[in-house]
């Protein structure tokens, strides 16, 4: 989004990931700004939550987000033999980690509204 956009001008970067015990925020740049930036990331994905519809959200966004998803998903499986060996000990070393062929079907058949659904009560 804009204020986004306008931190990294600034200098600032933030990066959202999976964990296995729920999401992790990575925040760099200039640390006496870092912190406006985390509140405003945190702020954003409470009131996409607390909607009660998912009027807020665009399907047309949320469509492109899937598309670049299973972009880097599908060229992960045309990667370095490297990437594989290091991805085959993840998936035995950790526990409950999905392979990336689940993922993609898991991609092929998720809508937004459970995505929102989810959303909702992930922060509950």
């Known amino acids: 989004n804009e204020f986004s956009y306008l931190a990294s001008m600034a200098g600032l970067h933030c990066d959202v990931g999976v964990a296995a015990a729920g999401l992790e925020v990575h925040v760099s740049g200039y640390s006496h700004k870092a912190h406006v930036l985390l509140e405003r990331l945190v702020d954003t994905m409470m009131q996409l939550s ?17 598309f670049k998803i299973e972009q880097l998903y599908q060229s992960f499986l045309v990667a370095q033999p490297y990437q594989h060996a ?17 993922k993609l079907n898991v991609l092929k058949r998720i809508t937004l509204e459970e995505v929102t659904t989810f959303a909702k009560g992930f922060w509950k």
């Open 86 to 102: 290091i991805y085959g000990g993840d998936l035995v070393l950790e526990q409950d980690k999905y392979t990336i062929f689940d």
């Open 50 to 66: 607390e909607d009660e519809s998912s009027t807020k959200l665009d399907p047309e966004l949320f469509d492109r987000i899937l």
